[in-house]
Nanobody, 117 residues
Framework: QEQFVESGGGLVQPGGSLSLSCAAS????????MAWYRQAPGLERELVAG???????YYTDSAKGRFTISRASDKRTTSLQMTSLKPEDTAVYYC???????????WGQGTQVTVSA
């Protein structure tokens, strides 16, 4: 069973930047493709960005141009660099396999990102 530990969240002013990190354990085959998700209060968890085992990346429209997903060479650390943050980016951010569903038991605690003046 893979496990994920997210870190790096915090309080930042609009226009600021944060870098999130995700440490993954478990089968490298199962975590070949990774993604960042977020869940804002009262809303469902949503995909933010994904990265394949080959390094191809995907971003939702809200993240495109502002967020950058990357992975360390050991494939066990996945990062999300966020810039030009907006109040609507406020959410708990999670990492997991790309394609994970809400019923997966591997979700971690997430890391809170709050964008506020």
């Amino acid at each position: 069973q893979e496990q994920f530990v997210e870190s790096g969240g915090g309080l930042v002013q609009p226009g600021g930047s944060l870098s999130l990190s995700c440490a993954a354990s478990g089968s490298l085959l199962r975590i070949a493709n990774m993604a960042w998700y977020r869940q804002a209060p009262g809303l469902e968890r949503e995909l933010v960005a994904g990265i394949s085992s080959g390094g191809s990346t995907y971003y939702t429209d809200s993240a495109k141009g502002r967020f950058t997903i990357s992975r360390a060479s050991d494939k066990r650390t996945t990062s999300l660099q966020m810039t030009s943050l907006k109040p609507e980016d406020t959410a708990v951010y999670y990492c997991n396999r790309w394609g994970a569903t809400n019923t997966d038991t591997s979700w971690g605690q997430g890391t809170q990102v709050t964008v506020s003046a």
